[in-house]
C-alpha cells in the first residue's frame, strides 16, 4: 500500500519540499512523515501542517492536491521509489533525481528533472522552460534518465543535455536542445526556432518542417535504423502515428560554429 | 537669481550608465536649484535642471498619513520581519553604500533581493555566466579602439556623451585623430538617430539578431552557412564577411550591445552569442564587449549583489544562504505569480512600469518604498519615504558601466535623509526583531510560533 499525501492547506508563499522523496519516506509512519521538514518561504513548517498522511510506504508515494503549484522540489535528488501526483505541480520537479520514477497527472511548470542522472520522469500534461536542463553557469544538463511530457513543453528543453532521452508528445519551444553535449529529443509537434543552437553532438527529432539556423547544413534524407525502435518504445507511451515508424527523416548537420556531430531530424514522408 | 551662488566642479551626473563626472555644476543655494550644469548633455542637463526639493513634503508616511522617521522606521522593519517571502527590489538609482544596506536587510529577513537588471541586462548577466567575458575600461576604447560596433542600441539618444566622450570621436593615445582612426558600425533593425554617427550601417530584419551572430560566428571561424542568409536575417553574406574580415584584421575592436539584444526573443542567447563573438576574435585579435547599461548605478547594483552574494541579481536568502535563479528569484515573476508577501522597493518605480498581473500583486501586499519624489509605487506603498537624491544631495560610490567606481560629490543639502541613513536604521531595527523572534521560538517551539497557513 503506497502513503497518501491529501493536500490541506495552501501555501501562500513559494514552499520546498524537497524532502518528498521515497528515501526519506522509507521506514516511517504517517506521523513520522507530517513531522518531516518543509521550507514555507523562509518558515520552516512541517509536511502535516500541508497534507493529511495516510497509508503504509511500500515505495509509492501518492501526493494529491489542487494547489500544488508553489510545492517546488517534489522528488529532487531521488534514487528510488515512485512518486504519483494527481494535480499541477511546482516547479524543480525531480531536480538532479538519479532513480525511480514521478508521473505526473497534470501538468508541471518550468523546471522539470533539471540535471537528472537517471530515472523517469512522465507528465500527462504540459511543462514550461528547461525541461531536462542545466541550471544556470552549469556545464551540463541531464546526463541521463528519461524525460516523457504528453503535451507541450516551452523554451530549452534539453539545454546542454549530456545524456539521456526526453520525449514531447505536442510541441516545443524556441531553443530545443541548446548547447546540447549528447542525448536525444524527440517532438511530436512543432519545434520552436533556433533549434539545436551550439550544440555539439546529440539527435533532435521533430516530425514537422523547422526552421533551423544558417549554421546548420543539409546531409541526406534517411530511414535511421534506430528512429523505429525508438518510436515503436514511445508509441506505448502516447500515440506514434504509423508513416513515422516507416518514413524517411531529413538530416541536418550542426552545429557549424561547434562540433558540428550533431543532427537534427525532419519527418520528411 | 540670488548672490548665494556655488560652483561644484568636477561633480558626476548620475542620469545614465556613462556617470559622466566633469560636470561643472552653477548652484543657486537660496533657491536650493542648480542653474547651469556645463559639460551636460542633453539628458544630463534636464537630470539637474529639473532637480528640486519639496521642503514641505513629510520624510516619511504610512498609508499615506505623514509619520515621524522613527515611527516609519519602526514599520517597516516590523513589515519585512513578519513576511515569509519578502522581496526587495531597485537599487540602480541609488549610492552602492545604500545597496550594501539593502543585501544585508535581506540577508537579515531571509528574503529575495533583485535589481533592475533583471528586467535590463539580465539577460547578459545570465550569459556572462555560461558563455565569459572580454572585458575593458572605455578609457581603453577611448586610447585605443579603432573598430567600433554598436549593436541593438540607440547611444545618440540614450547615452549621448558615449560617442564624445568615449567611443567614437573621442581622441586618445592611439587613435590620436578621433574618428579618422576609427571604423564605426552601427547594427540595429532600424535606421536610429545613432546611424549617421557610424561609418556603416547594418540593418537586421527585426528578431533575427542571434541569427545574424551566429552566422558571423561560424564566418569567424571560416565555417559554411546556409547562403539564403540574406533572406533569413536581411543581411548579405558579402556585408557579413566583409565584416568579418574587418573584425579580423583591427588592432582593437569593441562590441557595445543594447536592449535591442537582451530584451527580444532569445534573450540570454542573444547576449550569449555575442559575447561568444568576441571570444572567438580573440583568435586573431583584441576583440571586447561591453553592455551599455542604462541607470546610473545599475552597475554598481551588479558589483554589489555579486561581493556580496555571489550572484548579480535574482538572489533568494530563504534557505539562509545565496541562490541565484533568474526566471524563479527575479522580481516580475515572482510578483506575476503572487508569490510575494512583502515589497522593499528602493530608488525605482515598478508600480509604473512593471506588467499589469505583477502591479495588481504589488497592491494586494504591503509595500516600504524609498524615494527622491511621489511615485506610483510610493502612492501604493504601505510605509514610504522620502530620501535625497544621490549624486546631487548625497555622496557615495556608483560604478560606472566599465565597472569603474566614481566618488560623488554634493551638490548642495537636501531636508531628506538618505537611502543609506534610512535602510541603515532598519537594518539595526530588523536585526533586533529577528533576534526577539528567534528566542520566541526557542522558547515556545517552532511550529506553535509559527503563524498559521491557510486551509483549503
Excluded at chain 1, 26 to 52: C, N, Y
Excluded at chain 1, 114 to 134: K, L, Q, T, Y
Aim: hydrophobic share 40%; aromatic share 8%.
Amino acid at each position: 500500500m503506497a502513503i497518501f499525501l491529501k493536500q490541506i492547506a495552501t501555501p501562500d508563499v513559494p514552499m520546498e519540499a524537497d524532502n518528498i522523496t521515497p528515501a526519506r519516506f522509507a521506514g516511517q509512519t504517517p506521523a513520522g512523515v507530517e513531522k518531516l521538514a518543509v521550507m514555507h518561504g523562509s518558515e520552516p513548517r512541517r509536511i502535516g501542517d500541508f497534507f493529511s498522511v495516510s497509508g503504509q510506504f511500500d515505495g509509492t508515494i501518492n501526493v494529491e492536491g489542487d494547489h500544488l503549484g508553489r510545492v517546488k522540489l517534489i522528488g529532487a535528488g531521488m534514487s528510488r521509489g515512485v512518486i504519483q501526483v494527481d494535480g499541477d505541480v511546482g516547479e524543480h520537479l525531480g531536480a538532479a533525481m538519479s532513480g525511480g520514477e514521478i508521473r505526473v497527472n497534470g501538468n508541471a511548470t518550468d523546471w522539470v528533472g533539471p540535471e537528472m542522472s537517471g530515472g523517469r520522469i512522465e507528465i500527462h500534461g504540459n511543462a514550461g522552460h528547461m525541461v531536462g536542463s542545466a541550471y544556470r553557469g552549469a556545464a551540463m544538463g541531464m546526463t541521463g534518465g528519461e524525460i516523457i511530457i504528453h503535451g507541450n513543453a516551452r523554451n530549452e528543453a534539453g539545454n546542454a543535455m549530456r545524456n539521456g532521452v526526453i520525449a514531447i508528445g505536442g510541441n516545443s519551444g524556441d531553443f530545443t536542445g541548446v548547447n546540447m553535449l549528447s542525448g536525444s529529443i524527440f517532438v511530436l509537434g512543432e519545434l520552436g526556432i533556433r533549434t539545436g543552437a551550439g550544440m555539439k553532438r546529440g539527435s533532435i527529432v521533430s516530425m514537422k518542417e523547422a526552421t533551423l539556423l544558417p549554421t546548420f547544413s543539409y546531409s541526406c534524407t534517411y530511414r535511421p535504423g534506430y528512429m523505429t525502435l525508438y518510436l515503436l518504445h514511445l508509441s506505448q507511451i502516447f500515440a506514434v502515428a504509423e508513416e513515422y515508424l516507416e518514413g524517411s527523416y531529413k538530416r541536418y548537420c550542426g552545429d557549424s560554429v561547434e562540433l558540428n556531430r550533431g543532427e537534427v531530424l525532419l519527418y520528411a514522408g | 537669481m540670488s548672490e548665494n551662488i556655488k560652483v561644484v566642479e568636477n561633480a558626476t551626473c548620475t542620469f545614465c550608465g556613462c556617470v559622466c563626472d566633469d560636470m561643472i555644476l552653477t548652484v543657486d543655494l537660496d533657491e536650493k536649484r542648480i542653474t547651469k550644469s556645463k559639460n551636460a548633455c542633453i539628458l544630463g542637463k534636464a537630470w539637474f535642471a529639473e532637480h528640486y526639493i519639496e521642503e514641505d513634503a513629510p520624510a516619511a508616511m504610512i498609508d499615506n498619513k505623514p509619520v515621524s522617521i522613527e515611527e516609519a522606521v519602526e514599520e517597516a522593519a516590523r513589515t519585512l520581519v513578519n513576511a515569509r517571502f519578502p522581496i526587495t527590489y531597485g537599487l540602480s538609482d541609488t549610492t552602492c553604500e545604500a545597496q550594501r544596506q539593502a543585501v544585508a536587510i535581506t540577508d537579515s529577513i531571509k528574503g529575495n533581493i533583485d535589481t533592475t537588471t533583471s528586467v535590463c541586462h539580465g539577460p547578459s548577466g545570465i550569459a556572462l555566466q555560461g558563455v565569459g567575458e572580454s572585458t575593458m575600461t572605455l578609457g581603453e576604447v577611448k586610447n585605443r579602439a579603432d573598430l567600433v560596433i554598436y549593436w541593438g542600441g540607440n547611444p545618440a539618444e540614450s547615452h549621448p556623451r558615449h560617442f564624445g566622450r568615449y567611443a567614437v570621436t573621442a581622441k586618445g593615445m592611439f587613435t590620436p585623430r578621433g574618428k579618422k582612426d576609427r571604423h564605426v558600425v552601427v547594427v540595429d533593425v532600424r535606421r536610429t538617430p545613432s546611424a549617421p554617427a557610424a561609418n556603416q550601417f547594418i540593418q537586421v530584419k527585426p528578431g533575427k539578431d542571434f541569427e545574424v551572430l551566429w552566422a558571423l560566428r561560424a564566418l569567424v571561424k571560416n565555417r559554411a552557412i546556409d547562403p539564403d542568409i540574406e533572406a533569413i536575417t536581411g543581411v548579405s553574406l558579402e556585408t557579413l564577411q566583409e565584416l568579418v574580415d574587418r573584425m579580423k584584421n583591427c588592432r582593437y575592436g569593441v562590441l557595445f550591445f543594447g536592449m535591442g539584444l537582451t530584451m527580444t526573443r532569445g534573450r540570454h542567447f542573444n547576449s550569449g552569442a555575442l559575447l561568444a563573438l568576441a571570444t572567438d576574435l580573440n583568435e586573431y585579435t583584441h576583440f571586447v564587449a561591453k553592455p551599455v547599461r542604462g541607470h546610473g548605478n545599475v552597475t554598481g547594483a551588479d558589483n554589489v549583489m555579486s561581493w556580496q552574494t555571489g550572484y548579480p541579481f535574482g538572489v533568494n536568502f530563504s534557505r539562509g544562504f545565496p541562490r541565484f535563479n533568474p526566471g524563479e528569484f527575479t522580481t516580475v515573476d515572482l510578483l506575476a505569480k503572487q508569490d510575494v508577501d512583502a515589497a522593499l522597493i528602493i530608488a525605482t518605480d515598478p508600480a509604473s512600469n512593471f506588467p499589469q498581473a505583477a502591479i495588481d500583486h504589488l497592491a494586494k501586499i504591503p509595500v516600504i518604498c524609498l524615494d527622491t519624489k511621489t511615485s506610483h509605487t510610493s502612492q501604493l506603498a504601505h510605509v514610504a519615504f522620502r530620501t535625497s537624491t544621490y549624486g546631487i544631495n548625497t555622496e557615495g560610490t556608483v560604478y560606472r558601466m566599465d565597472d569603474v567606481p566614481i566618488t560623488l560629490r554634493k551638490a548642495f543639502d537636501s531636508p531628506f535623509p538618505t537611502d543609506e541613513e534610512i535602510l541603515t536604521a532598519v537594518k539595526k531595527r530588523v536585526r533586533e526583531l529577528v533576534l526577539a523572534k528567534g528566542r520566541a521560538r526557542g522558547a515556545t517551539g517552532e511550529s506553535k510560533a509559527a503563524a498559521p497557513v491557510q486551509a483549503i
